[in-house]
C-alpha cells in the first residue's frame, strides 16, 4: 500500500486544523465522530467523496447533572457510571468492520483523548457492576447506596483499559490501515521543584497528548499543529505590491518512524495535510515529485 504511513497523532489546540488534516488522508475514510461535531466543523473545507462519519455521544446521566437534593439542601452527585460500557463495545464493533473493509484506507478516531476516557470509565463501569454485585449477595437486604460507588480506578487497575487501547492500535496496524488518532493538548505533572528547595508534584511547564499515555510510544508519526500568519504580494507576479496577511495550518513533526525519514524529519514543519507530509517524504527520500510546502 504506497499511501501507507502507519498510525498518526495529531494534537494541537483547539482551532489548529487537527481534524481538517486527518480528513485529508487517504480514501475511502470512516471518521469516528466520538467529540460530537468535529466532523460537520471540517468537512465543509473539504471533498466528501468516500468519507463517512458516525457519531458516538456520550451517554447523558440526568441523575449526574442534576444532582440530588439532600434534606441539609446540599448538592450531592451520584457516582454511578452507566452506559460507558455500551458506547466503548459500539466504537470497537465498528472499529473492526472498519479494519476488515478491504477498501478502507484510512480510519480516524476524533478525539482519541476523549476515547481514553471513555475506555477507562468503561472499566470502571465494570467494576461497580461487580462491587454492585458483592453486595447484594453479602447484603441481600439492605439497599445499595449509589453514592457509596468508587469514583476512580487505581493505578494498578488500568492494566485492561491499557490492554484494551494497544488492541486497537494493533489491530490497525495489522490490516494496513491508515489510522490517525486525534489528540487535544494538556499540560504534563511531575516532580518539581518549589522554590524553597523542595520538591513536589506540579506542572513541569511541557504540553504533552492529552488521552492513553502510551501513544507517543505506539504510533508511527506525531505531529503538532498550529496556525502561522504570512504577508504575502496582494500581486504574486509583484513581489513590490502590497502584502496582506495569510494563515494557514502547518504541522511540526515531533516523532517519525517513518522509513526514510526517521529522526532528520523531527522539528520539521509541514503543510498540515496528508499531502505535506508525503511531499516531505519523497523530498527527503529523492522523489521525483518532491517539492517544497513551507
Known amino acids: 500500500?504506497?499511501?501507507?504511513?502507519?498510525?498518526?497523532?495529531?494534537?494541537?489546540?483547539?482551532?489548529?486544523?487537527?481534524?481538517?488534516?486527518?480528513?485529508?488522508?487517504?480514501?475511502?475514510?470512516?471518521?469516528?465522530?466520538?467529540?460530537?461535531?468535529?466532523?460537520?466543523?471540517?468537512?465543509w473545507r473539504l471533498d466528501t467523496t468516500d468519507s463517512s462519519s458516525k457519531s458516538y455521544p456520550r451517554p447523558i446521566q440526568v441523575n449526574k447533572?442534576?444532582?440530588?437534593?439532600?434534606?441539609?439542601?446540599?448538592i450531592e452527585v451520584p457516582k454511578k457510571v452507566t452506559g460507558m460500557k455500551e458506547l466503548w463495545q459500539d466504537v470497537v464493533t465498528d472499529f473492526v468492520v472498519a479494519c476488515q473493509?478491504?477498501?478502507?484506507?484510512?480510519?480516524?478516531?476524533?478525539?482519541?483523548?476523549?476515547l481514553w476516557s471513555i475506555c477507562h470509565n468503561s472499566r470502571l463501569q465494570e467494576l461497580q457492576e461487580i462491587q454492585l454485585a458483592k453486595w447484594k449477595k453479602e447484603h441481600p437486604n439492605i439497599p445499595f447506596d449509589e453514592n457509596d460507588y468508587r469514583e476512580r480506578l487505581q493505578p494498578v487497575e488500568y492494566g485492561p483499559a491499557n490492554d484494551r487501547m494497544r488492541t486497537l492500535l494493533h489491530t490497525a496496524r495489522s490490516f494496513g490501515k491508515n489510522l490517525v488518532l486525534v489528540h487535544y493538548p494538556t499540560d504534563e505533572y511531575g516532580t518539581i521543584q518549589d522554590g524553597r528547595g523542595n520538591m513536589v508534584e506540579g506542572k513541569t511547564g511541557k504540553v504533552i497528548l492529552d488521552g492513553f499515555k502510551e501513544t507517543v510510544k505506539l504510533v508511527d508519526l506525531v505531529v503538532w499543529t498550529s496556525i502561522k500568519s504570512n504577508m504575502v504580494p496582494t500581486d504574486p507576479t509583484n513581489l513590490q505590491s502590497e502584502k496582506k496577511e495569510v494563515k494557514s495550518a502547518v504541522a511540526k513533526i515531533t516523532k517519525c518512524g517513518i522509513e526514510g525519514m526517521g529522526l532528520s524529519a523531527v522539528g520539521l514543519e509541514v503543510e498540515a495535510t496528508y499531502e505535506g507530509i508525503i511531499n516531505l517524504k519523497n523530498l527527503m527520500q529523492g522523489g521525483s515529485n518532491a517539492k517544497v510546502v513551507l
Open 101 to 114: 473493509d478491504a477498501t478502507i484506507k484510512t480510519i480516524i478516531l476524533d478525539s482519541s483523548t476523549l
Open 1 to 43: 500500500m504506497d499511501d501507507l504511513l502507519g498510525i498518526t497523532a495529531i494534537c494541537g489546540d483547539e482551532g489548529t486544523g487537527k481534524t481538517t488534516m486527518a480528513l485529508t488522508f487517504p480514501k475511502p475514510l470512516r471518521h469516528f465522530d466520538i467529540d460530537v461535531g468535529g466532523y460537520r466543523r471540517a468537512i
Open 65 to 74: 447533572l442534576m444532582g440530588q437534593q439532600t434534606v441539609s439542601t446540599r
